[in-house]
């Protein structure tokens, strides 16, 4: 069963700093190119990164771009999403999802407050 | 970016009625649409992929068609446990992904 598990979300002060993990099982996750989705309280959903296969080919959303680094280890089976400068805006649930929409996890939550 | 424009944002229906939600795209995005259920505090869930197939597992009362700019998403049957919010997503132009707005389906 294809299976994906968010982690590392929390409450944080603006301008600090998160990682989100994500860990996958039941398929061979380094044939898979990956994303990270977010979701505002109450809003619609927003796509945040994008990274291959491979890790050679990533893109970022104009809102994160600059802030945000995603990463895949495809030894460990896990993705990752480095959050710095985290502003208010930035509080989501956190989703990542196989490219082609098919699995999610069930998301974790980032709060960025004071 | 492409953009995609959802409507309604909000329905109220019969158990047993019809629903149709549209998506239209700012440019051709030839197939590449999917549809996906939301409940409350869940992942979105895939239902149609490539505009008209439907995800394994999913109930045939749901269906998709169209292609290039307007594309078309039915409920044939409303059911109570369809309650939720339906988005579609053009994955035509990467990056980035692209969501429409949303509809909120609720029983009448």
């Known amino acids: 069963e294809v299976q994906l598990v968010e982690s590392g979300g929390g409450l944080v002060k603006p301008g600090g700093s998160l990682r989100l993990s994500c860990a996958a099982s039941?398929?061979?996750?380094?044939?898979?190119?990956m994303n990270w989705v977010r979701q505002a309280p109450g809003k619609g959903l927003e796509w945040v990164s994008f990274?291959?296969?491979?890790?050679?080919?990533?893109f970022y959303a104009d809102s994160v771009k600059g802030r945000f680094t995603i990463s895949r280890d495809n030894a460990k089976n896990s993705l990752h999403l480095q959050m710095n400068s985290l502003r208010v805006e930035d509080t989501a649930v956190y989703y990542c999802?196989?490219?082609?929409?098919?699995?999610w996890g069930p998301g974790t939550l980032v709060t960025v407050s004071s | 970016d492409i953009q995609m424009t959802q409507s309604p944002s909000s329905l109220s229906a019969s158990v047993g009625d019809r629903v149709t939600i549209t998506c239209q795209a700012s440019q051709d995005i030839s197939k590449y649409l999917n549809w996906y259920q939301q409940k409350p505090g869940k992942a979105p869930k895939l239902l149609i992929y490539d505009a008209s197939n439907l995800e394994t597992g999913v109930p045939s009362r749901f269906s998709g068609s169209g292609s290039g700019t307007d594309f078309t998403f039915t409920i044939s049957s409303l059911q109570p446990e369809d309650i939720a919010t339906y988005y579609c997503q053009q994955y035509d132009n990467l990056p980035p992904w692209t969501f429409g707005q949303g509809t909120t389906v609720e029983i009448k």
């Open positions: 990274i291959n296969s491979g890790g050679n080919y990533i």
């Open positions: 039941g398929f061979t996750f380094s044939g898979y190119g």
């Open positions: 999802a196989r490219l082609s929409g098919d699995s």
